[in-house]
């Protein structure tokens, strides 16, 4: 097994998965057609366990308004639509939380885009996100997100004992997605960091240094981030009954690759996500980019005509997942055609 | 039961499904609830048969070069990726097939991108594809796509009886998706309809008005139209032995929508690919575009390089088997989320 107390350092064989020139050169290897069959039981897993929860597939649209967007407005690719301004899709979340009054529990796979310029080892201008979107409440919440990624891990130990043989993967480290995963608030959170000497405070993003200290701590298992400070989060995710400066959040922080899940309970009257859209951040980037809350009219309508109950609802970013279970250090290894600023096909 | 012995026209409740305006205000709606569980089953069929075969799963990109294109490169969205020229992805077919020397079964289902202009009732600009490469011949592809729709077929019937009643749905219209299917060739179709009297002649397409009087003689059953003209095909489908000027390819056609399902063997030489890539239409009009052979540089390459063998596969266009499931006029009617060059959420 691999060193467990340092992110891994891929060498020789394993390497060569990160090489996106030239990328069919790599094609050929062991490397890479063990990696294609257990990213294609992961999702298998995923989509077992939320099919057999009884939720709806939905066909969700991937040419989208601003309401396409999830907290970075500003990393949405653009294009000209037939003469109209319109993005690439980088979440489902506002057209699956409509459907949850009537179907209950809904979900999809989007391929979520990310203009990201950076070429490096973290990140990837498209990717498969997993979402789901249901009537229940934050505990409900995290219970499924447990859910799916265990029964990924398991389909994936299950059906590609052979592949992951060839990363070097053993059990004890397929044992560390056993559920349940610990959950820390923010606020203990900050508590801890600021215990371990860092230099962070109250309304402060918790980053990558930061996760990796805590998963650290608790001997690189994977564990929820819960119940993060509104401002530095997406407009409509839930306030916190008992301390309104924060939002009934989740954030999944997996060993060795990070944040690999984000999900809330939602908003869900006209009212509170009318003023918190108008007060959002989201809302002024938009704004200063030559776009308007119009585009967020079919949504505001929806909810002005509608009663809608309380939901809550996760994204799941997918090659996060495989580089956890993989224990690679680079993005570009964990998936067969990596996308970046610099590299398509 | 519906006429069957004409395209239906929906009247009352179900017409307001092709209502894309304020779609929002047709969410509520039972018709829509019912058509969302449909397509979620329709999906989940055609997804267990082919993991049943032991097909891997593939993340292809959907921002790609014109590597991503089907027949129809004029109608590839453009847009700007990082300062280069970039298209959404049409068919994920040439990324699947320099995988299948290795993976043998290959699939994915891609969001589709039609820069289609017509706002009709045949029109959408994205929808799901389902994709197959296999190594393995004509016949086997055949037997697979009758496996996935007749797949499909079942699982929405064994789920979703009750949302099929609500579309007058009965058994009479689903036992038409049972296998086999008819088989026939181009030419036997051009014979056909000479027969009929329609002026149509060897190297003219099929259009649909003649899938129609096809249909109709054999009873609204789903049928295949094999062994097309290369002139008016992809450039990789594989030359017919025995007849240079045909290719072997299938078209499905299934009652009351039409085209669903492409596929064909494809070539897998080298020499052929490329002679066949410089003679196409696809080139001509990517190079009037202002691109060139350059975006096919890593297709080719991968077939100079390595040995690839026998393989053929094929994309499902997923709305049209709903389409044809429930014998809905509209495609607009198909799907929660309907997107053409008039409306986008």
């Not at 057999?52 to 991937?62: E, K, L, S, Y």
């Not at 934050?138 to 060839?166: D, K, P, Y």
């Not at 608030?185 to 980053?207: H, P, R, S, V, W």
């Not at 509608?306 to 997918?318: Q, R, Y």
Request: charged content about 25%; glycine content about 6%.
């Amino acid at each position: 097994m691999k060193n467990q107390n340092s992110i891994t350092t891929m060498s020789g064989a394993k390497a060569k998965l990160s090489q996106t020139q030239s990328r069919w050169k790599v094609f050929g290897s062991k490397e890479l057609q063990a990696l294609a069959k257990i990213e294609s039981s992961l999702m298998k897993g995923a989509k077992r366990y939320i099919e057999d929860q009884d939720f709806v597939w939905i066909n969700a649209p991937h040419i989208t308004k601003a309401t396409g967007s999830c907290e970075n407005f500003s990393t949405m690719f653009k294009m000209d639509y037939f003469g109209k301004k319109a993005y690439l899709s980088q979440t489902a979340q506002l057209y699956l939380e409509v459907l949850t009054p009537f179907l209950k529990n809904v979900w999809t796979v989007i391929h979520s885009f990310r203009a990201e310029p950076g070429v490096d080892s973290r990140h990837l201008t498209e990717f498969p996100l997993v979402e789901i979107e249901f009537e229940g409440n934050f505990n409900q919440l995290l219970t499924h997100i447990e859910g799916i990624i265990s029964s990924m891990v398991r389909m994936a130990a299950v059906e590609r004992s052979a592949e992951l043989n060839l990363f070097e993967i053993d059990l004890n480290h397929i044992r560390r997605f056993n559920t349940p995963y610990k959950r820390i608030t923010y606020i203990e959170a900050i508590k801890m960091l600021q215990g371990e000497g860092l230099d962070i405070n109250f309304g402060d993003d918790i980053k990558t240094v930061h996760e990796r200290a805590i998963s650290k701590s608790i001997g690189y298992k994977p564990f929820f981030l819960t119940h993060w400070p509104q401002e530095i989060k997406f407009f409509n995710m839930r306030m916190n009954d008992s301390d309104p400066r924060l939002v009934n959040s989740c954030d999944l922080i997996l060993p060795f690759s990070g944040e690999a899940v984000g999900g809330a309970e939602r908003e869900y009257t006209y009212t509170r996500l009318k003023g918190k859209l108008e007060r959002s951040k989201m809302l002024e980037l938009l704004k200063q980019n030559g776009g308007s809350v119009e585009d967020f009219e079919w949504f505001l309508q929806f909810y002005k005509h509608n009663k809608a109950n309380l939901h809550s609802g996760c994204g799941i970013g997918f090659n996060r997942v495989t580089q956890s279970l993989l224990m690679l250090d680079d993005i570009r290894a964990c998936t067969v055609f990596p996308q970046n600023s610099s590299v398509y096909w």
